[in-house]
């Protein structure tokens, strides 16, 4: 009880801050957002009890009546979700993620460079389709195997900490942030990517920091021999065959379901309905039970929900208009400023909140200031996204940095003054890229 006090205190204070600058009906949205986010951050109450309080509150406080907030709790995109996490328990059920991950480790030579860029790169492919805590967790044991010395085993859990979180941005699918903006795009009738798309346009930025992370996680470390934690390679079960017959089905689906304009039109297909369908099909060939689908995060769903709520408030109380205006001055700055701006504010920003509840929140601000600036707003909207998922500095940032720091090998300190440098050299990365390439997508 005493958390749920300090969260109430703290969103009164906001409440009443709030009023000297908007409107009673945006300082009560304020208000309730900051009792939500602190109750998400201190962990007073279960995740997906904390979600599920907008179907209560924002009604309760006339912010937006339930009319307009229960259906953002059955989006057609969080669907998108649920397939694809029931294909990341086929996978977790039948251990072809261990295979996958033991073929691609065998990849790289086994000198601390190697092993830093593999631990990163077979974390970043398993998180795209994966949860970036699962994949953490995963990996973790073997990270930690891999050698004696407690210099290099900080490094290699680092590696696999922030592979994770830059394989999220890889996929639609990859993690939360990735569905808000789906959904805030749908919501806005703007053409979203397709997943393809989503994969060619986030190409560079993962490439780039799966590039530079690793190579900046070795520097300064010695040869040594490592130990060799690789299991032999050994045949597939049944159940394996067929579900890497599903997954190479889906992806070849999803290549030609994607246009390539002007030569090919795509099949035209809706792919929430061919993550749906290809998540069932584990059922249809016993790889699933049904007691299998207990191990959805429900709690992740019913946040997607309380992340479009909040949204969707911010638009309908004109919050995200007012908050726009305070931004003014800098919609006169150059096209690069502004984006490494925003990047800048929303990768700091997500090292101390969710970066779900961020992005929420972010997005519609940062929406309607892209309509008072040189850029289009989906520019905008896809760097706040993508910056979001760049929280390298501390623990409470994201799961995959709790995870490692669970070890009890990681410092702060150390985790803090490498994930300073990435944050800052992924906000520059995303920031070219959004010049050089998604300007003459949007």
């Not at 986030?202 to 299991?231: A, C, D, H, R, W």
Request: cysteine-free; hydrophobic content about 55%.
């Amino acid at each position: 009880m005493r958390k749920i006090w300090i969260a109430f205190g703290i969103s009164i204070v906001v409440f009443l801050i709030s009023l000297n600058l908007f409107n009673i009906t945006q300082a009560k949205l304020l208000g309730v957002i900051t009792f939500l986010i602190t109750l998400w951050s201190n962990e007073a109450l279960p995740l997906g009890v904390v979600s599920l309080l907008p179907l209560i509150l924002f009604p309760s406080f006339n912010i937006v009546d339930l009319k307009t907030v229960a259906p953002n709790y059955s989006k057609s995109i969080i669907f998108l979700f649920i397939g694809g996490f029931l294909l990341a328990i086929a996978m977790q059920k039948t251990k072809l993620h261990k295979v996958i991950a033991n073929k691609l480790l065998r990849v790289f030579p086994t000198t601390p460079r190697g092993i830093i860029y593999s631990l990163a790169i077979t974390t970043a492919l398993l998180s795209m389709v994966l949860s970036n805590t699962t994949t953490t967790l995963m990996m973790m044991p073997i990270a930690m195997f891999l050698t004696t010395n407690n210099r290099l085993k900080v490094r290699f859990l680092l590696a696999t900490a922030y592979g994770a979180s830059i394989g999220g941005i890889f996929t639609p699918i990859g993690t939360p942030p990735n569905l808000i903006l789906l959904g805030f795009l749908e919501d806005m009738h703007i053409k979203s990517p397709t997943f393809l798309e989503w994969m060619m346009l986030t190409f560079p930025v993962v490439f780039s920091m799966l590039l530079i992370i690793p190579y900046i996680l070795s520097f300064g470390l010695q040869n040594e021999v490592l130990k060799n934690s690789l299991t032999k390679e050994s045949v597939l079960t049944k159940e394996q065959k067929r579900l890497s017959i599903i997954l190479i089905s889906l992806i070849i689906l999803l290549i030609i379901n994607s246009p390539i304009k002007p030569f090919y039109n795509g099949l035209g297909l809706n792919e929430k309905i061919i993550l749906l369908s290809f998540g069932l099909l584990p059922f249809l060939f016993n790889i699933l039970k049904w007691e299998d689908f207990k191990d959805v995060p429900m709690e992740i769903v019913f946040l997607f929900g309380a992340g479009f709520s909040i949204a969707t408030a911010f638009i309908k109380t004109g919050l995200a208009s007012s908050l726009a205006s305070y931004f003014e001055y800098f919609s006169s700055f150059s096209p690069f400023i502004i984006l490494f701006l925003v990047a800048l504010f929303v990768s700091f920003a997500t090292e101390i909140t969710s970066n779900t509840a961020l992005t929420s929140i972010a997005i519609p601000i940062f929406y309607e200031f892209a309509k008072d600036s040189s850029l289009n707003p989906e520019i905008i909207l896809f760097v706040t996204t993508i910056a979001a998922s760049y929280a390298f500095m501390l623990p409470i940032a994201t799961p995959p940095n709790a995870i490692v720091m669970s070890s009890k090998i990681i410092k702060i300190k150390e985790m803090a003054k490498f994930g300073f440098l990435i944050d800052i050299i992924g906000v520059i990365v995303v920031s070219i890229v959004a010049i050089l390439f998604w300007k003459s997508y949007f």
